[in-house]
């Protein structure tokens, strides 16, 4: 069956760094786009950005451009989300998403938490 599992998360202080994985299976990874979601407390789950196929990134949130990289290594089924520079607002559940064949799955989340 399908399953994405995030990890990577946990506490850091204000300007740290993180990178965050999402390790994939069950379905043929090299053939879909794949992204990150985040949802903080009390707030919608919102787009984070995703990766094509290819390679290509689409669809960052406002909030987060220039400060976060997403990356794929199709020989792990893994992909990567870099942050850097992070703000007590990037606090939240970030999420793995995919979309095969009409229906989206989600992974169960890693905790980033942005505080001194």
């Known amino acids: 069956q399908v399953q994405l599992v995030e990890s990577g998360g946990g506490l850091v202080q204000p300007g740290g760094s993180l990178r965050l994985s999402c390790a994939a299976s069950?379905?043929?990874?090299?053939?879909?786009?794949i992204g990150w979601y985040r949802q903080a407390p009390g707030k919608d789950r919102e787009p984070v950005a995703t990766i094509t196929r290819t390679g290509g990134t689409a669809n960052w949130g406002d909030s987060v451009k220039g400060r976060f990289t997403i990356s794929r290594d199709n020989s792990k089924n893994t992909i990567y989300l870099q942050m850097s520079s992070l703000k007590p607002e990037d606090t939240a559940l970030y999420y793995c998403y995919v979309t095969l064949l009409g229906r989206g799955y989600w992974g169960q989340g890693t905790q980033v938490t942005v505080s001194s």
């Open positions: 069950g379905f043929t990874f090299s053939d879909y786009a």
